[in-house]
């Protein structure tokens, strides 16, 4: 079985502040993570996946296969970043399963 | 390039009663994944399906049952409502079954009484 866990469900920083969301899976295989993230009135949409190991708006994220995390990160927040932002997994099924997700708020 | 586009966006519905939502895929996606979003948790796998078969399923009952049309539109078909299916349902495709990227639909707002 497959599981992503997202231990918060809202982190609050300021405009400037380090951010870090946090992802830990649970997957015996080898695992295709991913970052969804869901900006106010608009669609869920990829914001990167971990074999592209590629910076997205200033976010990056690591596959730590020891401690089963993918935590997404960003330097300097911006208020643009406000959002929600969901944790996937695909395993060997190919289907990805989704954490809980967690609310980002950036104070100006 | 279409985006993906989901009808209605609201409905509501009374339990025992049955209900089709549907789902127009990007063009040239051959797979759908159907999700369950309640509120404040993340989206839950339905179903999926590849070139106009079941490729893998949830944890739903089988009330819960969906189509592909060879023209990248999709169905979820709920049969006897309860209460507890109120959710949003999201439909997404993808290029390919295999970990590809997801493009979403907005949902469909289903509220049951």
């Known amino acids: 079985a497959q599981r992503v866990t997202q231990p918060e469900k809202l982190l609050s920083v300021f405009k400037g502040a380090p951010v870090e969301l946090k992802c830990n899976y649970s997957y015996s295989g080898s695992p295709e993570l991913f970052w969804y993230v869901q900006y106010s009135r608009q669609r869920l949409q990829l914001l990167l996946r971990?074999?592209s190991r590629e910076s997205i708006k200033g976010f990056t994220a690591d596959l730590n296969k020891g401690e089963t995390s993918f935590h997404l990160k960003k330097p300097f927040a911006q208020e643009e970043d406000s959002a929600m932002y969901y944790c996937a997994l695909s395993g060997g099924s190919y289907i990805p399963t989704f954490g809980r997700g967690t609310s980002l708020i950036v104070h100006p | 390039e279409t985006g993906v586009t989901q009808s209605p966006t609201h409905l509501i519905k009374t339990r025992g009663q049955q209900v089709t939502l549907r789902c127009s895929s990007q063009?040239?996606?051959?797979?759908v994944s159907w999700y369950q979003q309640a509120l404040g948790q993340g989206p839950q796998f339905i179903f999926q399906y590849y070139r106009e078969e079941e490729n893998g399923r949830g944890n739903f009952p089988p009330r819960f049952s969906g189509l592909q049309f060879p023209n990248y539109s999709s169905e979820l078909n709920v049969n006897a409502l309860e209460l507890d299916d109120s959710a949003l349902y999201l439909c997404?495709?993808?290029?390919?079954?295999?970990?590809?990227?997801?493009?979403f639909g907005s949902g469909t707002q289903l509220s049951v009484l």
């Open positions: 997404a495709s993808s290029l390919d079954r295999g970990g590809e990227k997801l493009f």
């Open positions: 063009s040239g996606h051959n797979t």
């Open positions: 971990h074999i």
